[in-house]
């Protein structure tokens, strides 16, 4: 079906390379490859790739910094619509404060010295997570990149910051509750769809495709209600090595899996 004049299948997965001259009758029928509308990644092992060189540990975040630039260009011009990258969860404020600190120098430095790339490249910017904990210089390379980047239309950056998902649903409880006690919300009409409009990411799909670097397997408090029917690839390769090679695979990996979403 033609969706907003893009090709999509019947799961809602866009069509990419594909042949308008399929439409023809007389044209053989091209098996058009599928890409996910929404790829989401838990970007892992910034520190054992340092470890593995004998660097310390905020160099192997610098690199990852490096792949998070390749891994956004690339899903652009594969066709991805939305890439949600878990760059700093809840849990990670435990880490020591250098280490942390580091980390917020390297986003905060990210989102000043891509923004003009990524406004060539129409990247909309967005955030999800309780973003009032991040440092005020954050927060604001945070806001401009988002409010410069608005009116972009092509691939939509989502950068899970202060990320929990238990948080996350913490949070949409307490709205619900909010709506309920203040009237604008019907207990009774309480529905997974509606609950979904309460969560940080209530303008976006739900993911398609979830990408772990460094082999582990587990979903580490991300996207726990928006991944219920993801599909999960895994690569033992370190997060700083992430590149377009692997997205392929992923997406390629994803083509071939079937989704019945619970249906037969
Ligand atoms: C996990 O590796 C990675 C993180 C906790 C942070 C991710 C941050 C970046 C990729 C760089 C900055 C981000 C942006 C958006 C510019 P780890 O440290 O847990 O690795 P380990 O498991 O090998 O110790």
């Not at 090679?245 to 994803?254: G, N, Q, R, T, V």
Request: with cysteine; charged share 25%; proline share 5%.
């Amino acid at each position: 079906m033609i969706d907003g004049g893009r090709l999509r299948g019947a799961a809602g997965r866009r069509m990419v390379e594909f042949d308008s001259m399929a439409l023809q009758p007389s044209s053989p029928v091209v098996q058009p490859s599928v890409v996910p509308r929404h790829v989401a990644i838990i970007m892992d092992g910034n520190g054992r790739w340092a470890a593995q060189r004998g660097l310390p540990r905020t160099e192997g975040h610098r690199r990852g910094a490096d792949a998070v630039q390749r891994a956004v260009e690339a899903c652009g011009e594969m066709g991805v619509d939305f890439l949600t990258l878990y760059a700093f969860s809840s849990e990670n404020w435990k880490r020591p404060p250098a280490e942390v600190e580091a980390l917020m120098f390297l986003l905060d430095r990210f989102l000043r010295n891509k923004l003009d790339e990524m406004l060539k490249k129409n990247v909309r910017f967005q955030a999800i997570g309780r973003l009032t904990d991040l440092p005020a210089s954050c927060q604001e390379s945070l806001q401009r990149a988002i409010e410069r980047t608005a009116g972009n239309t092509g691939l939509t950056l989502i950068l899970a910051l202060s990320y929990g998902g238990r948080e996350e649903i913490v949070d949409g409880v307490k709205s619900v509750v909010r709506d309920v006690q203040d009237g604008r919300l019907d207990p009774a009409m309480i529905t997974p769809e509606v609950f979904s409009q309460h969560l940080y990411t209530r303008h976006w799909p739900d993911p398609d495709l979830l990408i772990r670097t460094s082999g582990e397997l587990r979903l580490s408090n991300f996207l726990l209600w928006q991944l219920s029917y993801a599909e999960f690839w895994v690569t033992p390769k370190l997060w700083p090595d992430f590149n377009k090679s692997d997205l392929e695979e992923a997406c390629a990996a994803f083509a071939q899996r079937e989704r019945r979403f619970g249906g037969v």
